[in-house]
């Protein structure tokens, strides 16, 4: 879907948005999104409204800028977001995989990750955020960050 900008739920504002989101995507548990490179966001409640999503995959979404606020959310794999600068408060994941995201200046808010595996091009940025995250599960988790280098074959 290479010309997808926007992603909304509801058009109309007279439809009651919080009974109508109860019922939306109720057993979705894996997202994938590959090649929205003009994807400028996800939807605000996409982690309320998505109960059961616990993977999502972002490969190509150029023009996505952040991503938060997704609680129940276990395991982010992100790839080729080129404008991707912050991932903030995904409290439940546990394992985030991540290569060709340039700009990704700020990560916070992953109390339960457990496994990070980064690309060889991700080094230079993550020293931005990886300290933190280090410190984070030696305090919550009283053990090291399992950080692994990924293969980009």
């Known amino acids: 879907m290479p010309n997808w900008e926007e992603w909304s739920f509801f058009e109309d504002p007279e ?3 919080h009974s109508a989101m109860l019922q939306l995507l109720p057993r979705l548990v894996l997202l994938k999104l590959d090649g929205c490179p003009k994807l400028r966001a996800l939807p605000r409640q996409l982690g309320e409204v ?45 394992d985030m995989c991540a290569h060709g995201c340039p700009n990704l200046s700020h990560v916070e808010g992953l109390g339960s990750l457990q496994q990070l595996g980064l690309g060889v091009d991700m080094q230079e940025i993550s020293s931005h955020w990886l300290p933190q995250l280090r410190k984070q599960n030696q305090r919550v988790h009283g053990e090291d960050l399992d950080v692994y280098a990924l293969s980009t074959s």
């Open 50 to 94: 998505a109960a059961s999503l616990k993977e999502l995959r972002l490969i190509g979404t150029n023009n996505l800028k952040a991503l938060e606020d997704f609680p129940l959310l276990s395991v982010l794999l992100i790839q080729n977001c080129t404008s991707l600068e912050l991932i903030s408060n995904l409290p439940r994941v546990t």
């Open 15 to 17: 439809v009651d948005a």
